[in-house]
Nanobody, 115 residues
Framework: QVQLVESGGGLVQPGGSLRLSCAAS????????MGWYRQAPGKQRELVAT???????NYADSVKGRFTITRDNAKNTVQLQMNSLKPEDTAVYYC?????????WGQGTRVTVSS
């Protein structure tokens, strides 16, 4: 089992920045990739960004150029730096990790972008 714990959500004005962090613990081996998904009210959960242990990244088109995902393999953590935030970025953000054939999710952290 892998446990994922997120932190860093909150309320921010449009154009502002937030940094999300996620720490993995438990039976940690072969976790690849790690990343972030989000779910806005009334919408399906969608990919935000993922990163492999080798540093290869994948971003949703809607966040390219604004969000940056990083990963610390030694500490089993993944971060999401979110800049130039827009109201449409408002959602619950979930940390994600895949271990061989099993997907793990964090409990979610809420991000609200509003003036």
């Amino acid at each position: 089992q892998v446990q994922l714990v997120e932190s860093g959500g909150g309320l921010v004005q449009p154009g502002g920045s937030l940094r999300l962090s996620c720490a993995a613990s438990g039976s940690i081996f072969s976790i690849n990739p790690m990343g972030w998904y989000r779910q806005a009210p009334g919408k399906q959960r969608e990919l935000v960004a993922t990163i492999t242990s080798g540093g290869n990244t994948n971003y949703a088109d809607s966040v390219k150029g604004r969000f940056t995902i990083t990963r610390d393999n030694a500490k089993n953590t993944v971060q999401l730096q979110m800049n130039s935030l827009k109201p449409e970025d408002t959602a619950v953000y979930y940390c994600y990790a895949k271990q061989i054939f099993t997907n793990y999710w964090g409990q979610g952290t809420r991000v609200t972008v509003s003036s």
